[in-house]
Nanobody, 121 residues
């Protein structure tokens, strides 16, 4: 099955930048969308950014203009460039892919293990 592994998290000062990567163990036959979610302590997991198979993107209002989601299909990797980071961005970030492994498979939701992003003031 598909495994997603995030990397690039860490500790950064407010105003700094980080780039998260999410590498897949295999390609997915048909991808509907890929996304980054985050979850802060005591809060629900929230959608940060999503990129559709068409290339269209969606961003949470809180990160719009600061974060950029992108993908490299050849490398089967999803990225999240995070600029102008704020303490409120502190959370565990998870990558997500929605798609099917072959034409006869159901659509499944795949998740990475998460990577911690901590933004200090």
């Amino acid at each position: 099955q598909v495994q997603l592994v995030e990397s690039g998290g860490g500790l950064v000062q407010a105003g700094g930048s980080l780039r998260l990567s999410c590498a897949g163990s295999r390609t997915i036959f048909s991808i509907n969308a890929m996304a980054w979610y985050r979850q802060a302590p005591g809060k629900q997991r929230e959608l940060v950014a999503r990129i559709w198979s068409s290339g269209s993107t969606n961003y949470a209002d809180s990160v719009k203009g600061r974060f950029t989601i992108s993908r490299d299909n050849a490398k089967n990797t999803l990225y999240l460039q995070m600029n102008s980071l704020k303490p409120e961005d502190t959370a565990v970030y998870y990558c997500n892919a929605v798609g099917r492994l072959n034409s006869n498979s159901p659509i499944n939701n795949y998740w990475g293990q998460g990577t911690q992003v901590t933004v200090s003031s």
